[in-house]
Structure formats: C-alpha cells, structure tokens
C-alpha cells in the first residue's frame, strides 16, 4: 500500500450544535406565538407577552453561546483519511477489516480509519 496524501479528520464541537438546535427551535416558537396571539387578537395577554420574550430570551442565549462554542472549534477525531495506491498482491481482506472506503478513483483508493 503506497500512502499518496492523509489528513486528520475534524468534527465541530457537538456542544455548538445542541445551543444551536435549542436557538432554532425557541426561534420558531417565539414566531408561532407571536403570530398565533397577534393575529388571534389576544396579544394583550400579558402570558403570551411572557412567553414571546422568554423565547427571544432563550434563542438569544443559545446563539449565542452555540457561536461562540462554534468559531474554529473543531475536535480531532484521532482518524486519518487517505489516498492511497494498493499493489495487486495486497490482501483486501485487511483493508476491509481495518478502513473504511469511501471512493475509488481508479487507482487511487480514498479511505479513512474505522471508527475505534
């Protein structure tokens, strides 16, 4: 096996995805409340008021700490992905049980690490 060119396989920081997924989701119930009691004429409630502002409050909060967790942060996986060239009386068997492959150009062969 003749390795032509590996990189180190990142992963953004799943803490920036779950402050992310909470802002997405108080964004949407911050606009269905608001849209439900506005227009339903009872907006003058002050708990749909309450709770329009406790939305935009969370979704606030939660972008932006899902940024800030989320700028350039990205974790090392500790696996590899190469390109790489197999001689013919290289046994496949081995490289099955130790990569996975993604894509074959050729032959060029494009696999990564298993995951451990």
Known sequence: MKILYSELILETNPICRYFLTISVASCVAMIIILILFYYGGEFKNRKAETAAYVCLITFSVCMLLGIGFGIGNKIETGRYRYEVIFEEN???????????????????????????
């Open 90 to 116: 290289y046994p496949l068997k081995k490289v099955y049980d130790n990569y996975e492959i993604i894509e074959r150009k050729g032959e060029i062969w494009i696999i990564e690490d298993k995951n451990v």
